[in-house]
């Protein structure tokens, strides 16, 4: 792949990470993993460590202070989620790194699937009919 269509495609994921999550508040597991499998060609196991390297600074930096600016942001709260999503990142990641690529894959989607089941139930659970 030529350098410049490379860097396009890597941008155009980003774009549409950050734009899913400024509005959704996602993007590394749902856009950026599939993406950089599908589209640029990555072993699942890159993709999901080159998105965790991808979410720090943009996300902390970017989203993060206008959220905060509007006073959408319980610092208490994010403090302690973050010392269990660093623990639990950490302890995940080690498992991880030594399951096999299908299975790594099969348990990623089955874990979209779940998700996307709970999101119709619960939007069509509360739309009137």
């Given amino acids: 792949m030529a350098v410049g269509i490379h ?6 994921i980003g774009l549409t990470a950050g734009v899913a999550s400024g509005l959704f508040g996602i993007g590394g597991g749902v856009i950026v993993v599939p993406a950089l499998v599908i589209v640029m060609g990555f072993s699942l196991h890159s993709a999901i460590g080159t998105s965790l390297a991808i979410l720090l600074p943009p996300v902390g930096l970017a989203a993060v202070t206008e959220y905060y600016r509007h006073g959408n942001v319980d610092l208490k709260s994010a403090i302690i989620v973050a010392l269990g999503l660093f623990t639990g990142a950490w302890i995940s990641a080690y498992f991880a790194n030594r399951l096999a690529g299908p299975w790594l ?5 089955v874990f979209i699937i ?7 139930y619960g939007a069509l659970r509360n739309t009137p009919i």
């Fill in 105 to 109: 894959r099969v348990a990623f989607g």
């Fill in 7 to 12: 860097l396009i495609l890597l941008l155009l």
């Fill in 114 to 120: 779940c998700l996307g089941v709970y999101m119709i």
